[in-house]
């Protein structure tokens, strides 16, 4: 069966599309927009007129491309941005009522089960040779970022945090670039709100940090323009910690007019790049993580894996 997946981010919408055989998938197309949702998300937040258009004008371009590829299922999810908007009724009645397409408003929980489902699958290369018993996994959006421990073979912990990029920057309002003020407020913002997650790496120690995809295929991106290739697959790809720090200080005293220029980092990351590094800075320091793996699987995919399984 062809399957469409539709991911309603808060920063960004992706579109996948694979053939799903019994015993495996195969990616037609992928693609992503930005569609900017995650100004002002402090609390419960309306979802402006703008937002709603702009959530219209990228469905409608999704649903062009899915038509040309003879879909037999669409499934449209929606995460931390309509999840918490107090019209996401109107917002997911607008899209109904204009193309017909059911939104699935997942909760934070699902959303980090789905997470783990992609990864898992995508860095069983990645892991083989490591010692860890348990790998923290990390998935950074513009609504909420989520952690998830997990074993060989199952996730053991997960839990989905309001701390997406575009609320932390609401939260924090850095200088561009930020200032040492700036990253101090962060790590004490970061140090109470990731209680939950201290707690429950006291139990499960971990010092193999894996990153899903978005600005971690950025971070593997900006390596490649600006140092040298690194050792990969279509999956997943090991990435030296030094590697992630040299850009990091590369970035991190940059404005946002400077960053669009810098190498192999596309636009639409460019205004958040700076907390998100500073965000996997912390988590590397905090939980003493030495191997850092980047998977370029994320929540659509996991539910194409998810799709897969009940097919066997």
């Known amino acids: 069966m062809r399957l469409a997946v539709i991911?309603?981010?808060?920063n960004t919408f992706n579109l996948i599309i694979a053939e799903v055989l019994p015993n495996s998938f195969h990616i037609l197309h992928s693609t992503k927009e930005p569609v900017k949702l995650g100004q002002k998300l402090k609390g419960q937040h309306?979802?402006?007129?703008?937002?709603?258009?702009r959530i219209v004008s990228v469905i409608q371009k999704f649903l062009d491309v899915i038509n040309t590829y003879d879909v037999g299922k669409t499934l449209a999810i929606?995460?931390?941005?309509?999840?918490?908007?107090?019209?996401q009724?109107?917002?997911i009645q607008i899209i109904k009522q204009r193309f017909h397409l059911d939104i699935q408003v997942i909760d934070g929980e699902r959303e980090a089960e789905l997470i783990y489902i992609a990864n898992h699958y995508a860095t069983q290369s990645c892991i083989q040779s490591l010692n860890d018993k348990h790998f923290l996994i990390m998935d950074i959006g513009g609504g909420s970022t989520e952690f998830?421990?997990?074993?060989?073979?199952n996730a053991v912990w997960k839990k989905s945090f309001l701390l997406g990029m575009a609320r932390l920057i609401d939260e924090i309002q850095p200088q561009d670039p930020p200032t040492s003020d700036d990253i101090q407020k962060l790590k004490n913002y970061l140090d109470h709100h990731l209680q939950p997650l201290?707690?429950?790496?006291q139990h499960y120690s971990s010092h193999t940090l894996i990153g899903s995809s978005g600005v971690f295929d950025s971070i593997v991106e900006m390596i490649e323009?600006?140092?040298h290739l690194l050792s990969k697959n279509e999956q997943c790809c090991v990435t030296p910690q030094n590697d992630f720090y040299t850009i990091?200080?590369?970035i991190l005293p940059l404005s946002l007019k400077e960053r669009l220029q810098f190498p192999g980092l596309i636009e639409m990351r460019a205004d958040m790049i700076t907390m998100s590094l500073l965000l996997i800075d912390y988590v590397i320091t905090k939980f003493d993580i030495k191997n850092f793996i980047v998977s370029f699987y994320s929540l659509k995919k996991g539910v194409v894996i998810e799709t897969l399984r009940t097919l066997n």
Do not use: P
């Not at 309306?46 to 258009?53: E, K, P, T, V």
């Not at 929606?78 to 107090?86: E, N």
């Open 89 to 91: 009724e109107e917002v």
């Open 248 to 250: 990091f200080h590369k």
């Open 46 to 53: 309306s979802l402006s007129a703008d937002g709603i258009q």
């Open 148 to 153: 998830i421990i997990s074993d060989k073979n």
């Open 225 to 227: 323009a600006n140092i």
């Open 198 to 201: 201290h707690s429950a790496l």
């Open 7 to 10: 991911d309603m981010g808060t």
């Open 78 to 87: 929606a995460t931390s941005s309509i999840r918490t908007a107090k019209n």
